[in-house]
């Protein structure tokens, strides 16, 4: 986490390794279709197709003007 940050720099770095079910069918992490707002990867197992493990919610501050981010 760098609060600080310059504008060629990231704020926060989050990576995820989803260790269970390597050959469970998924979609990479991707702007959803019908949720252009959400960004994650989607579970494409039948019985919990359109799950995820790790998504996040783009929302925009009234305030500040700038994306923040929800897990």
């Known amino acids: 986490v ?3 940050a310059e504008q060629d720099q990231y704020k926060i770095v989050l ?6 079910l390597y050959d469970r069918k998924t979609l990479p992490a991707h702007r ?3 949720n252009p ?3 994650g990867g ?4 039948v019985g919990r197709k359109g799950g995820t493990w790790l998504a996040m919610n783009e929302k925009r501050c009234q305030n500040r003007g700038h994306p923040q981010y929800c897990l």
Not at 15 to 20: G, H, I, L, P, S
Not at 42 to 45: P, S
Request: charged letters at 30%; a negative charge; proline letters at 5%.
């Open 15 to 20: 990576a995820c390794n989803r260790d269970e």
């Open 2 to 4: 760098n609060p600080n």
């Open 42 to 45: 989607i579970d494409m197992k």
């Open 37 to 39: 707002n959400c960004l």
């Open 32 to 34: 959803w279709v019908d």
